[in-house]
């Protein structure tokens, strides 16, 4: 089969996101002059840095191990058709729809994902604040594609155009896009739903590309005009320094399950179940917090 040479799509889009980031900041900040941090940018910048790094390395391994069951064990062969790019990019955004759930639903994911969500702030500059870590795993929800067919170079590019895809809705300069496009795809205000911290929407609208998923699997949760999103975590990091913002929860994670007095199997669940669990029953969920709310006066409330 002919493979056509794709250049990896993330490097050419570099200085467009140095561009952006820099002309958002200028709007922003002559907006609100009080309220831009330079700080939240820079840390957001580095993170970004850092995980094109890290990547070098990580994708090496996913490179070879995809294109190992590419080569041996693949079920079909799906050539480079442009219709197969739709098929790529439907199966490509259900597995990230599960790969960015699991990374909220499992404390082991969420230390890796987490990173996205550190800042307080919600900006173009936040789309690049990615994990140091998720690089060397998280491909395990990718890898059904090799063995379905799908060439290890079409997942990357596709994985690619997801990634730049989910960058310009990371901005509160668009409020809403039409009602059709809001109805089928991600856009600014579902994922400033994704990354508020209110009880309401936590753990809402995990979509890459397509919102569809979020509806079809019972995660969509539309921004509210009367509930702002408080962007953030439900108990913020505080730190700007990149080492600390990459490793914060890998640290609390393994602290938790190592000093925990209780059994072998209880020790591993801090890995697997969700942020907040505790072994003995004191942790609060995402749909705790949820449920409290719900069944508070402001859950009341709303409508
Ligand atoms: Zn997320
Ligand atoms: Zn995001």
Redesign the pocket.
């Known amino acids: 089969m002919e493979v056509p040479n794709i250049p990896n799509l993330i490097y050419y889009a570099i200085p467009f996101f140095a561009v952006t980031v820099i002309f958002e900041g200028i709007v922003l900040f002559k907006k609100h002059p009080q309220t831009y941090q330079f700080k939240d940018t820079f840390a957001s910048l580095a993170m970004g840095i850092g995980n094109v790094l890290v990547n070098l390395l990580s994708k090496l391994l996913i490179v070879f191990l995809f294109t190992f069951i590419y080569q041996n064990y693949r079920i079909s062969t799906i050539p480079f058709v442009w219709w197969y790019w739709l098929l790529i990019l439907f199966a490509d955004d259900v597995c990230y729809y599960w790969a960015h759930r699991m990374g909220h639903e499992s404390r082991f994911f969420w230390a890796s994902h987490i990173v996205?969500?550190s800042s307080q702030k919600f900006n173009l500059s936040?789309?690049l604040r990615q994990t140091w870590t998720g690089g060397f795993f998280t491909f395990v929800f990718y890898i059904i594609l090799p063995f379905l067919g799908f060439h290890p170079l079409m997942i990357f590019t596709q994985m690619s155009i997801s990634l730049l895809y989910?960058y310009w809705?990371?901005t509160e300069l668009i409020d809403k896009m039409p009602r059709w496009f809001e109805a089928i795809f991600n856009t600014p205000s579902h994922?400033r739903v994704?990354?508020g911290s209110n009880p309401l929407y936590l753990d809402r609208n995990h979509a890459g590309i397509f919102i569809i998923w979020d509806k079809l699997f019972g995660t969509f949760q539309p921004e509210l005009k009367n509930e702002k999103v408080i962007y953030g975590l439900t108990s913020n990091i505080k730190t700007f320094n990149p080492i600390k913002i990459a490793l914060n929860e890998w640290i609390s994670v393994f602290k938790d399950a190592f000093l925990a007095k209780t059994s072998l199997t209880n020790k591993l669940k801090y890995f697997i179940k969700p942020p907040g669990w505790k072994h003995d029953g004191s942790g609060k969920l995402s749909k705790d917090l949820r449920n409290e709310w719900f069944s508070s006066s402001s859950g009341n409330n709303i409508n």
Request: proline fraction near 0%; avoid cysteine; charge should be neutral.
């Open positions: 996205h969500h936040t789309a989910q809705i990371h994922h994704h990354h």
